[in-house]
């Protein structure tokens, strides 16, 4: 971000974005920010759920009698994974203050839309549908098993909830110039 | 604020596109991965249809091992399992995959052969022949409400045993009135000491002996769903009735009875499990149980419709199955004063051998 827009009238419809650059600009500060996130959603699966997850190489994975994030640690990956995309999708499509809101929104619906897709009454329908061509893709062939053995949990959508609404004030923040 | 134009503006929406496909992908990519490899896992397991009603046989296990009871009041007892015991047996399932049984029939045609070497009732030694003449129902671990059958003996004459409203309606050629009894007083004559016609009291002990392989006939069928519960579990120990005052010489205040699975990993095809009882006393019954049986070579088929279509423990492929008794002794205790038990030496049976069970899909 440069200097200018510190002052830029209001025009056009589009608010004036401050802020704070520093050493490097806003966009990599959110993404670095949304880095931070999904490395601890990663921690999560590795060291909380001793590397249930497809895509955790054996290496990362440890045996789960280890608990960093506690009972916190259930609900986490949902809220780090909305926040953190909501932050690299601001980082993409800065600067464009104003679809904040539009933003968090659309990314709160994709992640309950895939919650509700693991409810009993719909996952095995799900996995069903998903065409076989899709074995042998990587990271593709997971979905089948995420939806017929994934589980749905209102907390989870909660957490997505608080995901998106703290990517909001956080975006918030960083315009407002306290980046931190 | 930067000029930012509607161009920018596009180039940004489509970098969107590899950011929304990295989200899918990793929101899917959470799925859980038990096999600790690194491979995506198996799909899980979706527990096979229980259908409403089952086909069933009881029948021989390899080489047409008998079931044997050695029963000392009476003497030793083998049955031999004929043309099999068949029938149907209706099923309550749950939405939770939880089954009880309510009732069942025992086809006419089936039959089943007793012989006994008696000691103390000399005069009823021979064999017997159970031969369903009528279709048998009952609800479970209840006596038969309708059908008939007859008890074909060496001793002379066959007697046929009507199910009435009330008991059993026993008829002896020779005899012009038939006798009438409950079915608790049927049983009852197998060690009456009033003088009763040998034909009937060898009546009154086959049948006893069908009631007995039945019971545990049904046992098994009720254990069926639970056996992954006991894969998972095993070995599942649990506690018995407690004598509250003294027990008979020789027991423990109270028993167990365990529960072992006899494989490794998940329930399959050819697994066995045994039920192993330690002075295991059941109150209600006034019985003292010890020794173990098997439950072996488990048999599980399911359709293309993932509808269970056969399932029991039973012979296949040269391997024995079946329920398989090894010394197990069901002993009747009486409570001689308040809280002071003995065993009944008259009332001591002693189990070996076995017989099979098999459930099909009508």
Known sequence: ?180 | MTHTSNKAFGWRMLLMIPVAVMAVLSIVATGHDDSDNGELPDPPEIPATILPSYNYEIGSQVGDLTLNASVSGIGSIDVAFGDTLRGSINLDVSGAGEVTLLNYVTDAGSTLAVTLESIALPEIDGTYTINVTEALSSTIFDPPTSGAFEVVSSLGPSVSVSITGTGVSVTIPGNPVPFEYTWDEFMDLVDSEDPIQPELRAAALATGILEFVYEFFLNAADVLDELEVIVATSPVVEECDMFMGSPPEGALAQGEAVVTYLGTGDLFPGDSFEWNFTDCWFEDFDELRNGFFQLSNYIEEVDADNNLTRIGFAPSGGTNGGISFFGYRIEETVELTLGVYQIDPLNVVVVNGGFSVLFTAP
């Open chain 1, 1 to 180: 971000m440069d200097g200018r827009a510190l002052h830029a009238p209001r025009q056009h419809g589009i608010e004036p974005v401050r802020m704070t650059g520093g050493k490097f600009g806003p966009e990599v500060r959110l993404f670095w920010l949304a880095t931070l996130f999904l490395t601890v959603g990663i921690i999560v699966y590795a060291v909380d759920r001793g590397g249930a997850a497809y895509f955790l190489p054996d290496w990362l994975a440890t045996n789960g009698e280890i608990s960093i994030f506690g009972a916190v640690g259930e609900r986490l990956p949902t809220f780090v994974h909305t926040l953190a995309f909501i932050l690299i999708t601001v980082a993409v499509l800065r600067p464009w203050p104003k679809r904040v809101p539009a933003i968090c929104a659309a990314w709160f619906a994709l992640e309950c839309m895939f919650e509700i897709g693991q409810h009993e009454a719909l996952g095995q329908r799900i996995a069903d549908a998903i065409p076989g061509w899709v074995d042998g893709i990587p990271m593709l062939e997971a979905t089948p098993i995420y939806f017929a053995s994934g589980t749905f949990d209102w907390l989870d959508i909660l957490s997505i909830g608080l995901g998106a609404v703290t990517a909001y004030l956080l975006v918030r923040k960083l315009r407002e110039g306290g980046m931190p």
